[in-house]
Each structure stands twice: as structure tokens, then as C-alpha cells.
């Protein structure tokens, strides 16, 4: 069971990039996906969410308006458009996939990384000012 994330790069601000969250071994249709970041020095901080059907979105304050996360499940791929970055949104970035339900884990709870079970590797996002 993986999770590849990539698509992260060196861009200015303002710029947009789209990273891709790539599932293999299993399925993952049926669970939710996250993104989360960490830059140097910081803890990992939920980005956003999706349920399994892609209807259902969830998304940081801080990120809110810019991003967009989306899903492929004939792909067996999670997304994520980050729009109008800043120097600040750069960090690695990570996507993780959960077997809860979307309608039975609070918000609150799909910004915490304890309930995810599967995460891929990373990708950098660095933003240039």
C-alpha cells in the first residue's frame, strides 16, 4: 500500500502548481483523503480533506479560497490546485488517506493526523517572494 505524492516545485508567489497524490496496492476509493504540510522547524498542519465521492470538502482557514482539493477515483488519485501561493505555504507536502467516514468523524478530527492510516512521501513546495 502506497501513497506518491509529487507535482511540488520552486515557484514565485502568486504562482499555482497542482500536486497529485497517487494510490497503489489497494484501492481507495472508499476513503477519505488529506493533504497536510510541515515546513522546517513546525509541526504538520492539516491543508484539506475530501470525503470518498469528492462531494464533501474540508479546508484550513489558511487556505481557504486558494486551494482546491479534488479526486480521481477512476484513477485511484487524490489532487490538490494551489492557487495564489505565498511564501509561506512553503513547506513539504503530504497526502494521506483514512478508512473513517466522512459523516462520522468531526472536522476537527480531519485536521488531525492520528486519524489517517495511510501517507505517502512528500513533495516540496517552495514559494519565492
Known amino acids: 500500500v502506497q501513497l506518491q505524492a509529487s507535482g511540488g516545485g520552486l515557484v514565485q508567489a502568486g504562482g499555482s502548481l497542482r500536486l497529485s497524490c497517487a494510490a497503489s496496492?489497494?484501492?481507495?476509493?472508499?476513503?477519505?483523503m488529506g493533504w497536510f504540510r510541515q515546513a522546517p522547524g513546525k509541526e504538520r498542519e492539516f491543508v484539506a480533506a475530501?470525503?470518498?465521492?469528492?462531494?464533501?470538502?474540508y479546508y484550513a482557514d489558511s487556505v481557504q479560497g486558494r486551494f482546491t482539493i479534488s479526486r480521481d477515483n477512476t484513477k485511484n488519485t487524490a489532487y490538490l490546485q494551489v492557487n495564489s501561493l505565498k511564501p509561506e505555504d512553503t513547506a513539504v507536502y503530504y497526502c494521506?488517506?483514512?478508512?473513517?467516514?466522512?459523516?462520522?468523524?468531526?472536522?476537527?478530527?480531519?485536521?488531525?493526523?492520528?486519524?489517517?492510516?495511510?501517507w505517502g512521501q512528500g513533495t516540496q513546495v517552495t514559494v519565492s517572494s
Open positions: 494521506a488517506a483514512s478508512k473513517r467516514g466522512w459523516s462520522t468523524t468531526s472536522k476537527r478530527d480531519w485536521s488531525t493526523t492520528n486519524v489517517y492510516d495511510y
Open positions: 475530501i470525503n470518498w465521492s469528492g462531494v464533501r470538502t
Open positions: 496496492g489497494r484501492t481507495f476509493s472508499g476513503d477519505a
